[in-house]
Structure formats: C-alpha cells, structure tokens
C-alpha cells in the first residue's frame, strides 16, 4: 500500500518559519522525486517546489529564495524548509510523488 504521509504543518506569525516532512513508503521506484503543492481556500492547486532524482530543484516564483526543498534518499522523506514565511502562504500543503500519489496535506496558516 502505497502513503505519503506530511507532517510539520502548523501556526506560526508573519517572518516566521516552519519545517514540512513527506515520509513515503511502499513504492518500489520514484522514491527519489517529488514535489511539494499547495492550495488555498477557492484557488487552484499549485507547485510550490519540486525535486529531482538527480537532485536537481525548481521552485515557483512565489517562493524563490524562501523555500528550499531536499531529499532523504535513505529515508524516503521529501522535507520543504518555509522562511520568512508570509500570510499568502496560508494553504493546504500536498506532498505528490511521480507514479501519481498524493499526502493527505497539511495546513499552514500565517498570521498578520
């Protein structure tokens, strides 16, 4: 069974930052990829950040020089460091791995 499970979600002020982790388990390839979306209330979902196999990472202009996306190749874990985190951030944040699985998401909210 496949699940790509996202926990670090939380509150925290304008300024602030906060750390998401994506651990992945039963999938036998693509482990080595993967992506962060997310999607606000009555706005489509979009990528925030996405990692290659070769490590290679591209990120949405929204958060350039905010976010940095890593991998965990021995642990399956896809992680998205948040800095100066803004109220625009606000959203439901997806974890999303190449064969087509999705996390269950994780809320962020930023407060004025």
């Known amino acids: 069974q496949v699940q790509l499970v996202e926990t670090g979600g939380g509150l925290v002020e304008a300024g602030g930052s906060l750390r998401l982790s994506c651990a992945v388990s039963?999938?036998?390839?693509?482990?080595?990829?993967g992506s962060w979306y997310r999607q606000a209330p009555g706005q489509q979902r979009e990528l925030v950040a996405q990692?290659?196999?070769?490590?290679?990472?591209d990120y949405g202009d929204s958060v350039k020089g905010r976010f940095t996306i890593s991998k965990d190749d021995s642990k399956s874990t896809i992680d998205l460091q948040m800095n100066n985190l803004k109220p625009e951030d606000t959203a439901v944040y997806y974890c999303?791995?190449?064969?087509?699985?999705w996390g269950q998401g994780t809320q962020v909210t930023v407060s004025y």
């Open positions: 999303y791995n190449p064969s087509g699985y």
């Open positions: 039963g999938l036998l390839s693509n482990i080595r990829a």
């Open positions: 990692i290659y196999r070769d490590g290679r990472t």
